[in-house]
């Protein structure tokens, strides 16, 4: 009776699974077979296929020029929240000090907040500051809501940290700066990667907080390929999102096969 019970359990569970997994690949494979109809309007199911649209999406100098602005912007963006976001982490998880857990429930709180108030109140300070529609400013802003994953995935480092490799390179003549990149470092590497990764998507796929702080010269991808769906929606939207949506795909399974994310969440 009892092998009854959990076999009939085992099958609930795995149905479950394949219905949470069919929840969230239906819109992803929707959006795909979209992109490869011959229509001129978006419409499922496809009635005969063409690959014309990626063509169409990748001439677009708009999605071009998009999509190297948000290399850029996400490549600085990483940069920045690697450093400030390492530097943190390493004190608030090797040092003790008063405020220490409020310090650490500051940091990870752009993770709590819609990232729409976030860009909100970031318009409203940075008009006081003079700096709205600036490249410096929208680095700024992404940073904000990046660097909070670095601390995190860093932090998770440094709980399998093993503390004694620096006391036997400090006994050895080492001074803290050498000790730092040479043994500090190299222990905490999967934490870098991982959040860098992390700080990379978010960045190049945000539209919250860049549709405030953007100027008129350039803008992010996202934010045209949003722009865009203002005016229509063609193949050409499901097109661009499909390469998007596979890039990021391949990132991610090449990071958790490489170091595996399960680390950090």
């Known amino acids: ?16 699974v394949a219905a949470i997994y069919a ?4 819109p992803i494979i929707i959006v795909f077979l ?14 005969s296929v063409t690959l014309k ?32 976001g390492t530097l943190a982490a390493f004190a608030i998880m090797r ?13 990870l709180s752009p993770l709590i907040f819609p990232m729409v108030i976030i860009g909100i109140a970031l318009l409203q300070f940075y008009s006081l500051l003079r700096i709205s529609g600036s490249f410096f400013g929208l680095v700024l802003g992404h940073v904000v809501i990046t660097f909070p994953y670095v601390v995190r995935t860093v932090s998770a480092s ?24 040479k043994i500090t470092l190299p222990q905490i590497r999967p934490g870098l990667i991982a959040g860098a990764i992390f700080a990379f998507i ?9 549709i405030f702080l953007i100027g008129v010269k350039a803008t992010p991808l996202p934010v045209v390929i949003f722009s865009y769906i203002e005016f229509g929606v063609d193949p050409t939207i ?24 399960s680390k950090f969440v």
């Open 1 to 16: 009776m009892g092998y009854a019970k959990l076999k009939i359990a085992t099958v609930v569970y795995h149905l479950l």
């Open 23 to 26: 929840f969230l690949l239906t």
């Open 34 to 47: 979209a992109s490869i109809s011959t229509t001129s309007y978006l419409t499922f199911p496809p009635q």
């Open 53 to 84: 649209w990626y063509a169409k999406a990748l001439s677009q100098p708009q999605y071009i020029e998009g999509f190297r602005y948000s290399l850029l912007l996400a490549a600085v963006t990483v940069g920045i929240s690697l450093t400030i």
């Open 95 to 107: 040092f003790k000090f008063p405020g220490r857990d409020f310090i650490n429930a500051l940091v």
């Open 158 to 181: 440094f709980h399998q940290f093993d503390v004694s490799l620096e006391e036997a390179a400090r006994t050895l003549g080492a001074n803290r700066i050498k000790t730092f990149f």
């Open 202 to 210: 978010v960045s190049f796929d945000n539209v919250p907080v860049s």
């Open 238 to 261: 499901a097109a661009i999102s499909t390469i998007l949506i596979c890039l990021t795909g391949a990132t991610i399974f090449i990071i958790e096969k490489w170091i595996g994310f």
